[in-house]
């Protein structure tokens, strides 16, 4: 069993829509990350989280540490958004991520 | 710009051959981090380097190795290659190994045939 857990794994919406990736954990951890992989294979941090919710355009970020549980939205859905969104976590003990598998997204105009 | 830097970015084996591929780190960023990505699949850690000795080693075989360089720069190692290490390799690079703030490379794409 994964330490991480995503769903969906793949995802296809109309541009406009409103998007939820979820992630599941099940490790005691100092941090979770939302990472977003374009098809050259490069990874872009979008959010690290500890508690709450956090915000950058149209990309919100929520964590609920007691159901050890993420969510990563995404408002007014773009075609630029089609990527792979991955959730990782940074476990209290070790010093490596736990990635989950990743969602594909595809935002169809 | 990541600030940091892989290399190659594509590059075709054979199976048995031996490779080496290269990243260079932020200045300043004393831990470097390897991770294997196959087709489909979330990334599994290799190992991580921590001012030029390993700190640390996810379930791969001794032909995964490892060495990193005072200039920031960091060495992955794959002997006798076989067909199931064809991924996306992908290191990323940190001030300290408890640092969350890590940057990550845009990979290098080993195919072996």
């Known amino acids: 069993k994964n330490e991480v857990e995503q769903s969906p794994q793949n995802l296809t919406a109309q541009e406009g829509e409103f998007i939820t990736i979820n992630c599941s954990y099940s490790v005691g951890i100092s941090a979770l990350h939302w990472l977003q992989q374009h098809p050259g294979g490069g990874i872009v941090s979008l959010f690290m989280?500890?508690?709450g919710k956090k915000k950058h355009g149209r990309l919100i970020a929520t964590i609920n540490i007691q159901e050890k549980h993420s969510s990563l939205h995404i408002t007014a859905s773009h075609p630029r958004d089609s990527a792979v969104y991955i959730c990782a976590a940074t476990p209290n003990t070790g010093n490596q991520f736990y990635f989950g598998t990743g969602t594909s997204l595809t935002v169809i105009p | 710009e990541t600030g940091v830097t892989q290399s190659p970015t594509h590059l075709i084996k054979t199976r048995g051959q031996q490779v080496t591929l290269r990243c260079s780190s932020q200045s300043g960023h004393n831990t470097v981090s390897w991770y294997q990505q196959a087709l489909g699949q979330g990334p599994q850690f290799i190992f991580q380097?921590?001012?030029?000795?390993?700190?640390g080693r996810g379930n791969f075989p001794p032909r995964f190795s490892g060495l990193q360089f005072p200039n920031y720069s960091s060495e992955l190692n794959v002997n006798a290659l076989e067909l199931d290490d064809s991924a996306l390799y992908l290191c990323?690079?940190?001030?300290?190994?408890?640092?969350?703030?890590?940057?990550f490379g845009s990979g290098t794409r080993l195919t072996v045939v």
């Open positions: 989280l500890s508690s």
């Open positions: 990323a690079s940190s001030s300290t190994p408890g640092s969350l703030g890590y940057t």
């Open positions: 380097y921590y001012r030029e000795e390993e700190n």
